[in-house]
């Protein structure tokens, strides 16, 4: 929400719902317009951190993104050196669990 450069209408108090004033990280300057930034607040696109600091939300569908593949050829196999290797016939790498996880 935040940006290191101004341009424009970018240096402003902003308001959060609970009434407190946020003001930008020091040195920085807010990314979007106040005009802006009232829209994505009217519109349901902002969310606030514990500090009051604004940031948007994001929707999968609205998001680019490369569909999930099915081969997987990045993972490596445990072979017999390996230090994560238990001696379980069917034993599979921790990284496949947890990309499955």
Known sequence: MTANRPGGD???DWETPDGRIVKP??????????QNMREMEKNGLLYY????MPMPKHYLD???GVPLQTFWDDLK???????????????KPLALLERII
């Open 25 to 34: 990280y020091k040195g920085r300057y807010w990314a979007y317009s106040k």
């Open 10 to 12: 970018v240096s402003y």
């Open 49 to 52: 951190r514990k500090t009051g």
């Open 62 to 64: 609205e998001m680019p």
């Open 77 to 91: 196999s445990i072979i017999s050196g390996s230090p994560e290797r238990l001696g379980y016939p069917t034993q």
